[in-house]
Each structure stands twice: as structure tokens, then as C-alpha cells.
């Protein structure tokens, strides 16, 4: 259940009942689904379709999962009041508190709903790729250059692209057995988008890492890998948007290190010594 990342695909009235879910999952777990409703201004149709929209059967069921949700976060006091959004007011341990949990439950969340299915046919897809292609702006590319970099280390070429030109450039000259993965927290990022889109287009396999399941990249995917980073003010929301993609690119790399074992070992033995033995001031 992503009611945060579905949060901005919603119609206003259904957005009123999700924020009200988001932000108060106890208190709306005891409520009727007539007093939520009220609560929100709007009908009690209008709150079954919003059930329904996340992928709940009714609200019986919203409430179950929300009471769920609450507990799980519940357990540590401490973490309960360090869920609740940054203020001016806030001390700079309260500060640090509530952006711990921000980070932590962005690990967390994402991992609970990875769709494993999904990720072992993309491990597939980079391994058996001719060629590698890594889309991504701002935050976003260095979680591509980090992917990069890993896989390049176990002998997985792939190259990060994290400007528009480079990006359409590369993606132009792909095609069928080349993969191509975008990376957009939002999912709505023009410039990864449109690369996607080049590479789909001519017949590479498209891979979208978004924390909004409905978004616009989603469209020029063929598999789509979801993140769960919980937004917050002053831009906290991007620390854990990164912290949640670094997480997937994570067991992303590892499945594709385990497929063979021993060339990986091989491979990063031969990268570390190659470091390593050269003089660090430049002599020979």
C-alpha cells in the first residue's frame, strides 16, 4: 500500500482522505468510514473509490492496514514523534531525529514493497545486456554514476549519462539486447523521460527506478522498480529518495554479482589491485 507515492495521481477529493490517512493512520483507523468522510468533505463513494485506487478492497481493509502500519511504527516511542514533519521550532536533536527516521523508514518502506519478481527479471536483463545505459538528473544521477561504478567494478560495462545530450546521444544507438535504466524520484524528470523514451523507442529493454508508480516514465518502461521515500520539508524528502534508490541499485548489484560468483571475485580482486599499486603522487 503506496498511499504517499500515489498521493499526487489522486483527484483533489481523494488527495484529502490520503493526506488524512498519512497523517493520522490511528486515528483513522478508528474512524467510520462515514466519519472520514465528513472529516475530509467529501463522500463516503468518493472514499471507496480512494480505497480502491491504492489497491485495497474497501475500507474494512484500509483500516486494517493502517492500524498495521501504526503499530510497526509505534513500537519506539521515540520514533513515533520523529515521524511527524520538521518545524521551525524543532531543536537541532529533534532535527536530526525526525531525518533519521525519514532515512531509516525509506530503507525499510522500500525493501517491504520491492516486487522481487520484477527485480530478478532485471538482474537478468543486465547480465545478459550488450550494452548499459544509466539516465538520471540532479540527486538522481549519482545514484546512476554510483550503479555505474559498481558494475563497472565486477567487469559490467555501463555507462551513466547525466545530461539530456549525452543521454538522447547514447540512447540513439541502442537497440535490441541493450538495456537502458532511468532513474526519476518523481518520475516525472523531463530529461531521464525523454532519453527512456529514445532508447525504448528503438527496441532496447527499459528499466524506470521511481518512487510514483503512475508517473510519466513509467510509461516508456517495460519493468518498473518502486521506491518508498517519505517526503518531508526542507528537502529531506530528497535525502531519503536517495537513500531509497541507493537500496534498490544495492540488491540490484548484488543479484548481478551473485550470477558468477567467481568472475566477480576475479574482477574485483584485478580492479582493487589495479588501484592500489600505483603511486598515489603520479611517478611511475
Not at 493526506?19 to 474512524?31: F, H, L, Q
Not at 510497526?72 to 521550532?89: F, K, L, N, R, T
Request: charge should be negative; hydrophobic fraction near 45%.
Amino acid at each position: 500500500m503506496q498511499i504517499r507515492a500515489l498521493l499526487p495521481t489522486l483527484p483533489p477529493s481523494e488527495q484529502r482522505v490520503a493526506r488524512a490517512a498519512v497523517s493520522d493512520p490511528v486515528g483513522i483507523a478508528g474512524k467510520t468510514i462515514r466519519e472520514l468522510a465528513v472529516e475530509c468533505s467529501t463522500s463516503e463513494t468518493t472514499v471507496i473509490r480512494f480505497c480502491r485506487a491504492v489497491g485495497l478492497k474497501g475500507y474494512p481493509d484500509l483500516r486494517i492496514r493502517l492500524a498495521a502500519a501504526a503499530g510497526s511504527e509505534d513500537v519506539d516511542p521515540a520514533w513515533s514523534s520523529a515521524s511527524s514533519d520538521i518545524g521551525p521550532e524543532d531543536s537541532l536533536a529533534g532535527v536530526v531525529g525526525k531525518l533519521g527516521f525519514a532515512d531509516a523508514h525509506a530503507v525499510q518502506d522500500t525493501i517491504a514493497q520491492l516486487d522481487l519478481d520484477v527485480l530478478q527479471r532485471v538482474i537478468d536483463e543486465v547480465v545478459a545486456a550488450g550494452a548499459v545505459d544509466l539516465y538520471g538528473v540532479g540527486a538522481s544521477s549519482l545514484i546512476a554514476l554510483d550503479l555505474q561504478q559498481k558494475l563497472n567494478r565486477i567487469g559490467r560495462r555501463a555507462s551513466a549519462w547525466p545530461d539530456r545530450d549525452g543521454a538522447l546521444t547514447s540512447a540513439a544507438l541502442l537497440g535490441r539486447g541493450d538495456l537502458a535504466i532511468g532513474i526519476s524520484h518523481t518520475g516525472a524528470t523531463d530529461d531521464t523521460v525523454v532519453a527512456l523514451r529514445e532508447a525504448w523507442e528503438n527496441g532496447a529493454t527499459t528499466v524506470a527506478i521511481t518512487n510514483f508508480p503512475r508517473s510519466p516514465i513509467v510509461e516508456v518502461a517495460d519493468l518498473v522498480l518502486t521506491t518508498a521515500a517519505r517526503e518531508t520539508t526542507f528537502r529531506s524528502g530528497a535525502m531519503s529518495s536517495r537513500i531509497a534508490a541507493l537500496t534498490v541499485v544495492d540488491c540490484l548489484f548484488v543479484g548481478v554479482a551473485q550470477h558468477n560468483h567467481n568472475r566477480t571475485v576475479r574482477a574485483l580482486e584485478r580492479t582493487y589491485t589495479a588501484v592500489h599499486r600505483r603511486p598515489r603522487d603520479g611517478t611511475r
